[in-house]
């Protein structure tokens, strides 16, 4: 295996790992969260894993019924308004807003790890979604009934 030139070396390694597995959301989520282990430390992406999925299991708890309109409401409600997931406004460019573990922590990110953060939680509670790469910018989008909407 090649070895690191400009990164951890655990960071490289741990990522290298979940390539093969980087198709599937929850192979995506764990390279993203080996990739701060490049600045930060102790990160544990199974842990990141778990602080999604307990997300998941309050909303899940919530739910009268898997019609996807409650689905998403209760989705948005935890992430958006009690939670207070949003971007980065004041401070887009600081690399923290690229790390996981940190977006957790301080509820800031970038849209890449903000729908990354969605789509793992929406995907857990059965809806299905899509990263979208939009010219200069990053959503999500849902395939609900017959259309699509898009999350920004």
Known sequence: M?????CHPR???LFAGYLPSIDSS???????????LHE?????PEQVGRRLGEFAGRIRARLRSNHVQAVLAHLHEVLFAEEGFAGNVD?????????????????LG???TLSLIYKV????LGLRIEGVNAPGHFMARLRIDD??????
């Open 40 to 44: 930060l430390d102790g990160v544990d």
């Open 91 to 107: 401070d887009y460019f600081n690399p923290y807003n690229s790390y996981l573990p940190a977006v957790l922590e301080t509820r």
């Open 26 to 36: 929850e192979g995506l989520l764990r390279a993203a969260a080996a990739i701060s």
């Open 121 to 124: 939680v929406g995907e857990q």
């Open 147 to 152: 259309g699509i909407m898009l999350v920004d």
């Open 11 to 13: 960071a490289f390694h």
């Open 2 to 6: 090649p070895q690191p030139v400009h």
């Open 110 to 112: 970038i849209p890449i």
